[in-house]
């Protein structure tokens, strides 16, 4: 059975900084591309950030470049987001997402992953 579980969320001031986990099991995703998503109560499911299966490419939505940092450990069969500056809105549960298929095309929205996981709370005060 094919688990995405993310950790690392909670709460945060601002400007301040945590790290999620995605722990991967049932499969190995060191050759499919990952991201994170994020929902904020009210909102719908936005994309934040993407990564290709070596790690070498990464995309981000414009709300989170310069201060969020996706990256995978492929022998860990782990996806991290590293989360700098952090403000207010970027309150919401955080997704881990993988697709299936090996070397595919990154993930650029909701429609394009086929794994989830549980998500993981992230509340940053003001």
């Known amino acids: 059975q094919v688990q995405l579980v993310e950790s690392g969320g909670g709460l945060v001031q601002a400007g301040g900084s945590l790290r999620l986990s995605c722990a991967a099991s049932g499969r190995t995703f060191s050759t499919c591309p990952m991201g994170w998503f994020r929902q904020a109560p009210g909102k719908e499911r936005e994309f934040v950030a993407a990564?290709?299966?070596?790690?070498?490419?990464?995309k981000y939505a414009d709300s989170v470049t310069g201060r969020f940092t996706i990256s995978r450990d492929n022998a860990k069969n782990t996806l991290y987001l590293q989360m700098n500056s952090l403000k207010p809105e970027d309150t919401a549960v955080y997704y881990c997402?993988?697709?299936?298929?090996?070397?595919?095309?990154?993930?650029?929205?909701?429609?394009?992953?086929?794994?989830w996981g549980q998500g993981t709370q992230v509340t940053v005060s003001s």
């Open positions: 990564i290709n299966w070596s790690g070498y490419n990464t």
């Open positions: 997402a993988a697709k299936r298929l090996a070397y595919s095309v990154p993930i650029l929205g909701v429609d394009d992953p086929d794994y």
